[in-house]
């Protein structure tokens, strides 16, 4: 068992910058592939970014490349989302999820493939 917990939830005007946490507690974190997801008010969960296991390979939505960055510790346990030059179409709920039995470099950046879910954490950019 895998428990997630984001944090670094918070109002920040068009053009700022976040950082978001995502703390793991259980099992050997460092075998799990992680990604964060977003949802936005009547829209679908949608795929952000993913890392593999070591952090060497990570992908990315096109609507966030360029401006966002997925990095992980695995001596802390923790994943993390930097979001800079945010727009208001950013707004959502943000929420990482962690996947076992992945292969070495492997990112996976589909919803249902995902064992373990934080509670997510609200993200709101003011235009």
């Known amino acids: 068992q895998v428990q997630l917990v984001e944090s670094g939830a918070g109002l920040v005007q068009a053009g700022g910058s976040l950082r978001l946490s995502c703390a793991a507690s259980?099992?050997?974190?460092?075998?799990?592939?992680v990604g964060w997801f977003r949802q936005a008010p009547g829209k679908e969960r949608e795929f952000v970014a993913g890392i593999s296991r070591s952090g060497a390979s990570t992908s990315y939505a096109d609507s966030v490349k360029g401006r966002f960055t997925i990095s992980r510790d695995n001596a802390k346990n923790t994943v993390y989302l930097q979001m800079n030059s945010l727009k208001p179409e950013d707004t959502a709920v943000y929420y990482c999820?962690?996947?076992?039995?992945?292969?070495?470099?492997?990112?996976?950046?589909?919803?249902?493939?995902?064992?373990?879910w934080g509670q997510g954490t609200q993200v709101t950019v003011s235009s």
């Open positions: 999820a962690a996947k076992g039995t992945v292969l070495r470099g492997q990112v996976v950046q589909v919803t249902y493939e995902y064992d373990y």
């Open positions: 259980g099992r050997a974190f460092s075998g799990y592939a």
